[in-house]
């Protein structure tokens, strides 16, 4: 077997008197990909840009071994460590919008990278087109010159995925390299990255998610706090994961084919009443058809998740729903009454009966007021800290938050608040925009729980809106697939999930990660 | 280790405690503020208070500051004189910032028409730097007090009126407004509740900070004759009088200068130090 | 679309948009001039001003008893021409009085620009990744040079180094040395204003993800500085310049006044005083006219360096 790439035994990394990781070992070889797995602030990016000696300069690093390419690297000054960042091992960061520098082309940031990997500059050019053609960006020729705000996301990422290959870098390190596109595109990142490593290139992918890891890393391992939790090869740790961490984080990944329990709807009545119907929306913003004949009913107690990638047209959807935009054509009636077609004076006092659980609850409050002031301007009447205490209650939340400012709140619990500020005005209709999509998988796990149960207790209908095909999946009692403002299928999720008839729904339910196609 | 500087950790959430120099600074302005509310408690004799015997007095007991070529007291007509320097500014920046929250706010509450119009004035306003603004005034209507603090409010309206509208777009178009919205609650409920502490909280610290420059502004066209005139001894006026005197007495020019540049520094500190508090807070 | 029609576009409404606000600054100063008390007959009739015979002589002599819109037509006219009317105080034309004390200005102006640019740049390159130890003396000199009252700092410069050193002449216009001391007079309150901005522009743009992806190339510290850091500090700075260009304006007519040097600022304060408005509104629509065209270049300059700002004026 070859000698590894980078080989590292108990490195720590500390900032002051926090210690951001702890005794971590790993070691890449050529032709192989571990991957760190962890949630924020597990300390898996932090790893990741020491072995570049990229860390911030108030860190203080130690480890018994440190050999990158076979060399002690202990006590490698800023110069030493030039001489193998671009040459030896490759960056790719997360989003390529900001990740590359916005005020040049691609072509001259590729060719930065080349050049610094020693090409003259004679050869830079062919070089350049060859490593993006590589990449699978189209018509390099013409389209290097372009920024990387004027690409779309899986074009930019693989601009950046080409400049970190400009030095012909044995190894690759890619921070979350996925993380913003869409699934199709997603996968198609990961083809490649799959197909650099078959070629003989070493990658260290750092992740937040397992079951996409696990397509293509050989070796994963798990991080919380600093600290290794579990390692071994991905279909070991998720089909047998041995520690109790590990075995909650593969639970908490959303199956496609398994459901978690649900209560049985059909124990209600027999035909649940129509609480929101939108008829053949359709939106137009100048040349664009954001929507167009989008059709939607929500029976009472019942969820319909609306699944789209980005740019089909699923927040106009929302927005219209929730009737703050016009649709040209097409109405939306609220419990058979029009809702839409209203002025907004006779709209206002049956607002309530519609809340939206917004995707980044910080922005969704006040950013003066405490957690009992959200509370209280939701609350019907003359609300009181008793009632402020019991909303928090039933989202889980302990009342001493009330003081707090969402500032101050963990993830979960701003999410938490604002669907508790959701409840509170007692709605009928839940409007669920990416709700959980900014949230770690067992945060994620639980909020979805908490939604569910929701839904069970009170009987409240929802729409839930998401990128997230596997999400959707676990909430929804019917499906709408979205692309292009169009519905290219609709029905109940059971039929959509499991017998796709549109080409669109099967291609996105076939790049999907197949970890998320097998029981848990 | 490395040779660029390094990314800097996360801003802080906890708000900062005061360093010695804000204290020290805010100390000098409650006593800036004493002299405002009452001179006499802060200097023994008064600003117009002549003794031609002893004129041109050096720095001493008596005289802490000296005296000028009419025997007044420098020390006594500095602390006087705040009361026109500051007040001048500050009433400059609340003429500014009253019109710069109006103006503002009306620019991202009312539709394209009204917000291209306003946007248009204010840069037609903001083409008129401050000095300009007076010079325009004191042609107009005069040299003097009222031609100078409306001439320096005007020249800040523009740019306080496009931060608050700015703000005022952002903050309409928020989650939380589309939250309040969804409740069923009025849009100028909404307005008052969160677009206009809003958008106009951030601007009311800048404005502090606009009293120190417009200190500046006050005592420099006060310097060049365009202030209240003599014998009223605002901080410029006297630099002025200095200035005459300059080639045999120090004094006069550069006590007058230290209390202005100390005040701006004073004002200029407080309301950073304000700044990065709230902000330390909000994101 | 392409991008250099995107830029053209840009340029164009750019462009137009100073025009629209030379108009009206050009309106303003005129409605200012006409209705406004101290307007031009009573300057020329002073204590005649209640004879309404030789009143009604003087307005039809001077034209004023015309429509007001052929006077506004006829004013606009000569502005264009540069003809900025007569001054009945000094009578003599506004162009000719006006017009020998541009170039003094302009190279006082020039002068303190480039010293306060040099300056500020030189501090910034030097400071960035200092301890911060040197990051708050440097912050609290810029403050100070924020702080400092121009007209201030000029006496004290003329008190040290003419009065007691006799370095340079305390006063007048003659020669490079009677330049200097109002030069970093002007310089300084700009200097620190620059490079204040322009030291939280570098810490600031060092955060961002791409400075990374740069350093992980393995290019120098010197590379990411002058290559990649230079156009993004350069564009917000020269945002910033503009705002400053206020600041030099005011400093310029009080520093001339400290120094008893020729130049517009000084003529502008003479006419407020002798009440001569024709001219303090021609010294400001001059000095405006040189701030919009300024402003407006850096706009486009801005346009030029930035390809982002190409699509958000289109869209």
């Not at chain 1, 839904?455 to 839930?464: H, L």
């Not at chain 2, 204290?23 to 008064?46: K, Q, R």
């Amino acid at each position: 077997m070859n000698a590894p790439l980078v080989e590292i035994h108990d490195l720590s990394i500390r900032f002051g008197e926090h210690t951001a990781v702890s005794n971590v070992s790993l070691s890449v070889r050529a032709g192989t990909c571990v991957a760190l797995v962890g949630e924020s602030g597990s300390g898996k990016s932090t790893i990741a840009r020491a072995v570049l000696g990229l860390g911030d300069q108030a860190a203080r690093t130690s480890s018994t071994t440190m050999l990158i390419d076979g060399v002690d690297a202990s006590g490698w000054t800023e110069r030493d460590w030039r001489r193998v960042r671009g040459r030896f091992a490759g960056l790719v960061l997360q989003d390529a919008l900001v990740s590359l520098d916005p005020l040049r082309s691609v072509r001259r940031e590729v060719t930065e990278a080349v050049r610094a990997g020693g090409a003259s500059r004679k050869e830079a050019p062919e070089k350049v087109l060859g490593l993006l053609r590589d990449v699978g960006f189209p018509d390099p020729e013409k389209r290097s010159g372009q920024f990387a705000h004027q690409l779309s996301g899986g074009l930019r990422q693989r601009a950046l995925i080409a400049s970190a290959l400009g030095g012909s870098p044995r190894l690759l390190i890619a921070d979350e390299p996925t993380t913003a596109l869409d699934v199709s595109v997603q996968r198609q990142v990961l083809d490649l990255l799959a197909r650099k490593r078959d070629e003989g290139l070493g990658i260290l992918l750092v992740s937040h998610d397992l079951a996409a890891v696990a397509d293509i890393a050989d070796h994963v391992i798990v991080l919380r706090g600093g600290k290794v939790i579990e390692q071994g090869p991905p279909s070991a740790l998720l089909h047998s994961p041995g520690h109790p961490y590990t075995r909650e984080l593969v639970q908490a990944i959303p199956r496609l084919h398994h459901r978690p329990d649900r209560t049985e709807r059909t124990a209600e009545s027999p035909a649940p009443e129509v609480v929101l119907h939108a008829e053949s929306i359709r939106v137009q913003y100048r040349t664009l058809t954001a929507l167009d004949d989008v059709s939607l009913t929500l029976k009472r107690g019942q969820t319909v998740g609306v699944v789209g990638q980005s740019g089909s047209g699923k927040s106009t959807l929302l927005r219209v729903l929730l009737a703050t935009q016009q649709p040209q054509s097409g109405q939306v009636l609220l419990d058979g009454q029009p809702w839409s077609d209203l002025p907004e004076k006779a709209r206002r006092q049956r607002r309530r009966r519609i809340q939206v659980v917004p995707q980044d609850p910080l922005s969704s409050f006040d950013p003066r007021w405490t957690v009992r002031q959200i509370l209280t301007e939701a609350l019907p009447g003359k609300a009181g800290r008793a009632e402020c205490a019991q909303a928090l209650e039933a989202v889980a939340v302990p009342v001493d938050v009330l003081q707090r400012r969402p500032l101050e709140l963990s993830g979960g619990q701003r999410q938490r608040v604002a669907i508790a500020r959701a409840l509170a005005a007692e709605p009928e209709v839940l409007l669920c925009d990416e709700a959980v999509s900014a949230l770690d998988v067992l945060v994620q796990a639980q909020i979805l729980a908490l939604l569910e149960r929701i839904r069970a207790e009170r009987g409240i209908s929802m729409v839930f809106v998401s990128h997230d095909l596997a999400v959707v999946r676990q909430v929804s009692d019917e499906v709408i697939v979205l692309k292009d403002g169009h519905v290219v299928e609709s029905g109940t999720a059971d039929d959509v999930y499991e017998r796709p008839q549109h080409a669109y729904t099967k291609s996105l339910l076939a790049s999907l990660p197949p970890a998320l196609s097998e029981g848990a | 280790m490395s040779e660029i500087a390094p990314a800097r950790q996360a801003p802080r959430t906890r708000p900062s405690r005061p360093t010695a120099g804000v204290l020290v600074a805010g100390l000098y302005l409650l006593i800036v503020l004493a002299a405002l509310i009452h001179p006499g408690l802060v200097a023994a004799s008064g600003p117009n208070d002549t003794d031609p015997i002893s004129n041109l007095l050096a720095p001493g007991a008596d005289h802490w500051f000296g005296t000028d070529e009419l025997g007044r007291d420098v020390y006594a007509r500095v602390i006087y004189g705040a009361r026109y320097s500051v007040v001048i500014a500050f009433l400059a920046v609340a003429l500014g910032l009253f019109g710069g929250v109006v103006l503002g706010l009306t620019a991202a509450l009312s539709g394209r028409v009204v917000d291209e119009g306003l946007s248009r004035v204010f840069d037609l306003l903001s083409a008129f730097p401050s000095v300009l603004m007076a010079l325009l005034f004191s042609a107009f209507f005069g040299p003097g007090t009222v031609s100078l603090t409306t001439a320096i409010g005007l020249a800040l309206i523009p740019s306080l009126a496009r931060i608050i509208r700015r703000q005022a777009i952002a903050i309409r178009g928020s989650d939380y407004v589309l939250a309040s919205r969804t409740l069923g609650h009025r849009p100028w409920t909404i307005v008052v509740r969160h677009i206009f502490p809003n958008a106009v909280s951030p601007v009311l610290l800048l404005a502090t900070i606009e009293v120190g420059t417009s200190i500046l502004t006050v005592s420099g066209l006060s310097f060049v004759g365009l202030g209240p005139g003599k014998p009223a001894p605002e901080w410029g006026s006297l630099l002025a009088d200095g200035q005459a005197v300059i080639s045999y007495a120090w004094w006069p020019t550069v006590f007058p200068g230290l209390a202005i540049v100390v005040t701006i520094f004073a004002i200029t500190t407080v309301g950073r130090y304000l700044q990065r508090r709230v902000q330390g807070r909000h994101s | 679309m392409t991008s250099g029609l995107q830029l053209l576009r840009g340029v164009a409404r750019r462009l137009a948009g100073a025009v629209l606000l030379l108009w009206a600054a050009a309106t303003l100063t005129f409605v200012g001039l006409r209705a406004l008390p101290g307007s031009v007959e009573s300057v020329v009739l002073g204590v005649h001003l209640n004879d309404p015979g030789l009143a009604e002589q003087v307005r039809s002599s001077l034209g004023l008893d015309r429509p007001f819109l052929v006077q506004y037509g006829d004013y606009l006219l000569g502005l264009l021409r540069g003809d900025f009317g007569r001054s009945y105080v000094l009578n003599a034309d506004v162009t000719d009085v006006v017009g020998a004390q541009l170039l003094p200005t302009l190279g006082l102006a020039a002068a303190s620009v480039v010293l306060a640019g040099a300056l500020a740049w030189l501090i910034a390159v030097l400071s960035a990744g200092a301890g911060p130890g040197t990051e708050r003396v440097l912050h609290v000199l810029e403050l100070l040079a924020i702080c400092l009252p121009t007209f201030w700092v000029g006496s004290l410069l003329q008190l040290g180094l003419s009065f007691h050193l006799q370095w340079f002449p305390s006063v007048g216009a003659d020669g490079f040395s009677s330049l200097v001391l109002p030069m970093i007079t002007l310089a300084l309150p700009i200097a620190g204003l620059l490079s204040q901005y322009m030291r939280e522009e570098i810490a600031l743009t060092l955060r961002q993800p791409w400075v990374l992806t740069v350093r992980s190339r393995g290019a120098s510290g010197f590379r990411l500085r002058s290559v990649h850091l230079m156009p993004h500090v350069a564009i917000s700075t020269l945002t910033v310049a503009g705002n400053t260009l206020g600041l030099l304006i005011g400093g310029a007519v009080i520093v001339e006044s400290v120094f008893g040097r020729p130049g517009l600022g000084r003529v502008a304060l003479d006419a407020v005083t002798d009440s001569d408005a024709p001219v303090t509104v021609a010294v400001v629509l001059i000095i405006t006219t040189a701030y919009v065209l300024i402003t407006t270049a850096i706009d486009l300059a801005a346009l030029i360096i930035d390809p982002r700002l190409r699509q958000e004026a289109h869209g």
